[in-house]
């Protein structure tokens, strides 16, 4: 069973900056990619950033140049560095590893909350 733990959102003021981490229970390069997502009250969970098995990274346009995802391979974990945060970055945020064989399994953290507000 793969367990996915977000950790290390909080309330921030705008401007300022968050890391969030996300701990797997197993190899995270036995994932096809691994992601996060977050989703605001009243809204759908978007994709926020994305980082596949070879390494390469994708980030939605709204936080691009803001927010950067990572790994570290050696402790199966993946990290969002969000900096310059806004209060439309308020939500849950979500850590997602996607696998896929003959069909696609999408496998869910619990997710953190991050609030910006001054």
């Known amino acids: 069973q793969v367990q996915l733990v977000e950790s290390g959102g909080g309330l921030v003021q705008p401007g300022g900056s968050l890391r969030l981490s996300c701990a797997a229970s197993?190899?995270?390069?036995?994932?096809?990619?691994m992601g996060w997502y977050r989703q605001a009250p009243g809204k759908e969970r978007d994709l926020v950033a994305r980082?596949?098995?070879?390494?390469?990274?994708g980030h939605a346009d709204s936080v691009k140049g803001r927010f950067t995802i990572s790994r570290d391979i050696s402790k199966n974990a993946v990290y969002l560095q969000m900096n310059d945060l806004k209060p439309e970055d308020t939500a849950v945020y979500y850590c997602?590893?996607?696998?896929?064989?003959?069909?696609?399994?999408?496998?869910w953290g619990r997710g953190t909350l991050v609030t910006v507000s001054s």
């Open positions: 997602n590893a996607q696998l896929r064989l003959i069909r696609t399994t999408d496998y």
């Open positions: 980082i596949t098995r070879d390494g390469s990274t």
């Open positions: 197993g190899s995270i390069v036995s994932f096809n990619a």
